[in-house]
C-alpha cells in the first residue's frame, strides 16, 4: 500500500532537485513504467513505443478493455478494469501487474459487497478511477441507479473485496474524480453532471464531503470552450489530479463534434491547492488527440480517454493510462515540469 509518509521524502527531494525544478508532492515511485521522449519529438506527451499496452482481447469474455484505473498497490500495480463483454454488458474487473504495463485481468467481473437493496444492484458500470485516501483505495465509476447514470462509489483495501458505498450524486452525473487527500478537511471529488445520453454538453464541477456519504458545497470549476475547439462541446476529469507546487495537476478529456461525430482529445489545467474549483491556468491547445490507428479505428473512433496517471515525485516522471477508440488501454508519457511550463505558456485567455 501506499505509505503517506513519503510526502516527507518528497518534501526533501524538491529541495534536493539542483537545477531542474521537482515539483510532485506525493509518494516516489521508481517503478513507474517509463520511457524516455523520443528524439525529435517536440510533443509535451509522447505515446508509449509498446501501444496499445493491453489489446481487446485479453480475457475470454472481453469484447474491448478501455478507460481504466491503475494504482501504486504493494510494491507493484493494481487496477479497475473497464471490460465491454461479448453481450456488450459494460462490467469492472480488477487486475494487477509487476510492471505497469503486462496485466491478468480477472476473468469474472468484481462483485461488489453492499448490504443495501436499493442501491445494490448492478445494471451496469463503466470509465473507473481508482483513488488512494489515507487508508484505502476508492473506486469511482459511472454507475447505473434505476437505469440511469450516476457516480458509483466503493472502497477496498486489497483489490479483493468491494464495499460498496452510497451513489456520490443523483443522476445524472458521469466522471466523477476524486481528490487523493482531504481538502480542507473534506473529501473531495470533480464531477460532470450529464443526461441519459450521448450528452452534448458538459462542464466539471468540485464537491465534498465530510463522510463519502453526503456530498454538496458543489462549485463551478471548469467549463466548456465555445470557439470551436477540441473542448467545445464537454469536458470531463480525467485521472486522479496530481499534487504540485504549482496547485493541482489535472489532465481531462474535451470533445468536439465534428461532421463525422465526438472527437474526444486531452488536455490539462492548473487548480488552486486549497480551492480546487479555481483554474490557475488550462491549455487553449490540446496535449494529446486520436491520431493513432489504435485510436482512430475501433468500437468508438477518434477518441482518446485519460482515466489514470502513476506520478514519481523523485524524478517527476509521470505515465498515464488512456482508453483509445473505446476499444483498447494505451499509455504516454510527460515530464511534470515540462507539463506545468506547458500549461501556463499555452494557457486560455479567454473562453
Ligand atoms: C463517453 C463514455 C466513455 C466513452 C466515450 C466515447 O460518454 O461512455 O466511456 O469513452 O463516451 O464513446
Same mark, same amino acid.
Given at each position: 500500500m501506499?505509505?503517506?509518509?513519503?510526502?516527507?521524502?518528497?518534501?526533501?527531494?524538491?529541495?534536493?532537485?539542483?537545477?531542474?525544478?521537482?515539483?510532485?508532492?506525493?509518494?516516489?515511485?521508481p517503478?513507474?513504467?517509463?520511457?524516455?521522449?523520443?528524439?525529435?519529438?517536440?510533443?509535451? &506527451?509522447? %505515446?508509449? /513505443?509498446? +501501444?496499445?499496452?493491453? $489489446?481487446?482481447?485479453? @480475457?475470454?469474455c =472481453?469484447? #474491448?478493455?478501455?478507460n481504466?484505473?491503475?494504482?501504486?498497490?504493494?510494491?507493484?500495480?493494481?487496477?479497475?478494469?473497464?471490460?465491454?463483454?461479448?453481450?456488450?454488458?459494460?462490467?469492472?474487473?480488477?487486475?494487477?501487474s509487476e510492471?505497469?504495463?503486462?496485466?491478468?485481468?480477472?476473468?469474472?467481473?468484481?462483485e461488489?459487497?453492499?448490504?443495501?437493496?436499493?442501491?445494490?444492484?448492478?445494471?451496469?458500470?463503466?470509465?473507473?478511477?481508482?483513488?488512494?485516501?489515507?487508508?484505502?483505495?476508492?473506486?469511482?465509476?459511472?454507475?447505473?441507479?434505476?437505469?440511469?447514470?450516476?457516480?458509483?462509489?466503493?472502497?477496498?483495501?486489497d483489490?479483493?473485496?468491494?464495499?460498496?458505498?452510497?451513489n456520490?450524486?443523483?443522476?445524472?452525473?458521469?466522471?466523477g474524480?476524486?481528490?487523493?487527500?482531504?481538502?480542507?478537511?473534506?473529501?473531495?471529488? &470533480?464531477? %460532470?453532471? /450529464?443526461? +441519459?445520453?450521448?450528452? $452534448?454538453?458538459?462542464? @466539471?464541477?468540485? =464537491?465534498? #464531503?465530510?463522510?463519502m456519504?453526503?456530498?454538496?458545497?458543489?462549485?463551478?470549476?471548469?467549463?466548456?470552450?465555445?470557439?470551436?475547439?477540441?473542448?467545445?462541446?464537454k469536458?470531463?476529469?480525467?485521472?486522479?489530479?496530481?499534487?504540485?507546487?504549482?496547485?493541482?495537476?489535472?489532465?481531462?478529456?474535451?470533445?468536439?463534434?465534428?461532421?463525422?461525430?465526438?472527437?474526444?482529445?486531452?488536455?490539462?489545467?492548473?487548480?488552486?491547492?486549497?480551492?480546487?474549483?479555481?483554474?490557475?491556468?488550462?491549455?487553449?491547445?490540446?496535449?494529446?488527440?486520436?491520431?493513432?490507428?489504435?485510436?482512430?479505428?475501433?468500437?468508438?473512433?477518434?477518441?482518446?480517454?485519460?482515466?489514470?496517471?502513476?506520478a514519481?515525485?523523485?524524478t517527476g516522471?509521470?505515465?498515464?493510462?488512456?482508453?483509445?477508440?473505446?476499444?483498447?488501454?494505451?499509455?504516454?508519457?510527460?515530464?511534470?515540469?515540462?507539463?506545468?511550463?506547458?500549461?501556463?505558456?499555452?494557457t486560455?485567455?479567454?473562453?
Amino acid at each position: 500500500m501506499q505509505n503517506i509518509l513519503l510526502k516527507e521524502t518528497n518534501k526533501e527531494s524538491i529541495h534536493m532537485s539542483g537545477n531542474k525544478p521537482q515539483t510532485i508532492i506525493g509518494p516516489n515511485l521508481p517503478n513507474i513504467p517509463w520511457e524516455d521522449k523520443p528524439t525529435g519529438c517536440d510533443e509535451v &506527451l509522447w %505515446r508509449y /513505443s509498446r +501501444n496499445p499496452v493491453i $489489446p481487446r482481447d485479453l @480475457i475470454p469474455c =472481453s469484447n #474491448s478493455i478501455f478507460n481504466s484505473a491503475v494504482v501504486p498497490f504493494e510494491g507493484k500495480f493494481a487496477g479497475v478494469f473497464r471490460v465491454d463483454d461479448k453481450c456488450r454488458h459494460m462490467r469492472l474487473h480488477k487486475g494487477t501487474s509487476e510492471d505497469g504495463v503486462n496485466w491478468r485481468i480477472d476473468n469474472d467481473p468484481i462483485e461488489f459487497i453492499c448490504d443495501d437493496p436499493e442501491i445494490a444492484p448492478f445494471i451496469c458500470g463503466y470509465d473507473p478511477r481508482v483513488c488512494w485516501i489515507e487508508d484505502r483505495y476508492y473506486v469511482t465509476w459511472c454507475n447505473a441507479y434505476h437505469g440511469y447514470p450516476t457516480i458509483g462509489v466503493a472502497y477496498t483495501h486489497d483489490f479483493k473485496e468491494f464495499h460498496q458505498l452510497e451513489n456520490a450524486f443523483l443522476p445524472f452525473n458521469r466522471n466523477g474524480v476524486m481528490f487523493p487527500r482531504k481538502i480542507n478537511d473534506k473529501f473531495a471529488m &470533480l464531477s %460532470r453532471p /450529464s443526461d +441519459n445520453g450521448h450528452t $452534448p454538453f458538459g462542464d @466539471i464541477f468540485y =464537491s465534498e #464531503s465530510p463522510n463519502m456519504c453526503h456530498w454538496g458545497k458543489h462549485r463551478f470549476a471548469m467549463g466548456t470552450v465555445n470557439n470551436h475547439s477540441w473542448q467545445t462541446t464537454k469536458i470531463g476529469a480525467g485521472p486522479i489530479p496530481i499534487e504540485t507546487t504549482e496547485g493541482w495537476l489535472l489532465i481531462y478529456h474535451g470533445v468536439l463534434t465534428s461532421c463525422n461525430g465526438f472527437v474526444y482529445s486531452a488536455g490539462a489545467a492548473l487548480l488552486d491547492i486549497d480551492k480546487p474549483w479555481k483554474v490557475i491556468a488550462r491549455t487553449e491547445p490540446y496535449i494529446l488527440n486520436p491520431r493513432e490507428m489504435y485510436e482512430c479505428v475501433g468500437d468508438v473512433p477518434n477518441v482518446a480517454f485519460p482515466c489514470a496517471a502513476l506520478a514519481d515525485a523523485a524524478t517527476g516522471r509521470i505515465a498515464m493510462y488512456y482508453g483509445a477508440a473505446d476499444t483498447v488501454v494505451a499509455m504516454a508519457f510527460t515530464q511534470v515540469d515540462e507539463l506545468i511550463t506547458f500549461i501556463k505558456a499555452n494557457t486560455i485567455t479567454h473562453g
